[in-house]
């Protein structure tokens, strides 16, 4: 699988430096819906590798090569957990870097609230990528996103409201719930995707 994500990141390398402007201006310039915003939109990096894989005919080629659908499947959800995760190592970079001037100090429930959005978004979008296409895969992720990050960012908003002084963050207890629902999309995502891979790929 290590070989697939080299595939990947090797045929996305001239954007990547582009989703990592993104994500340094969206922190630097805002908090919040911004950062969110910044890690969620890395998880866009599977579609686009289905995409070129799709018209490079990657589908073909790789029955002829020791590669298992586990291993194809798995190496998409992979490119996106590890582009979500530098994403929000360059959010926590810039956040102390602008905490060095005292602007700002690294808001780790809201980053982690971003990552587990990320991957809701993606467990729930990739199956329908697989079966419907990266084109289409795509215009579900934006509709998927829209509707995580505005239950997300109600739910975290409630949150801080509820919480009383000197009392624990209810934020974290929603990330709680958050990671909870994100372990089981994964779990349930994974091998749905690997069975319509197997059935239309």
């Known amino acids: 699988m290590t070989a697939l994500l080299r595939k990947d990141f090797y045929i996305l390398g001239k954007y990547l430096w582009v989703f990592a402007l993104l994500v340094v201006f969206m922190t630097a310039v805002s908090e919040g819906f911004y950062t969110v915003f910044a890690v969620v939109l890395v998880s866009m990096l599977p ?9 490079s005919r990657w589908d073909q080629l790789a029955v002829m090569m020791p590669y298992s659908i586990r291993d194809i499947v798995l190496s998409k959800y992979a490119l996106g957990w590890i582009g979500m995760a530098g994403a929000a190592a360059v959010c926590l970079a810039v956040s102390f870097a602008q905490g060095i001037f005292g602007h700002t100090e690294p808001d780790f ?9 990320g991957v809701i978004t993606m467990d729930v979008t990739l199956p329908l990528a697989f079966r419907c296409g990266a084109e289409r895969g795509k215009a579900w992720f934006l509709l998927v996103n ?3 990050m505005f239950v997300g960012n109600l739910g975290s908003i409630a949150a801080n409201a509820a919480s009383a002084p000197g009392s624990p963050n209810l934020l974290v207890r929603w990330n709680v719930f958050l990671f909870l629902a994100a372990a089981a999309a994964t779990i349930l995502s994974v091998p749905l995707s690997m069975r319509i891979y197997q059935k239309y790929w």
């Open 47 to 55: 579609f686009a590798a289905l995409d070129y894989d799709k018209q």
């Open 146 to 148: 829209l509707m995580v």
């Open 109 to 117: 429930p809201t980053l982690a609230m971003a990552l587990l959005t």
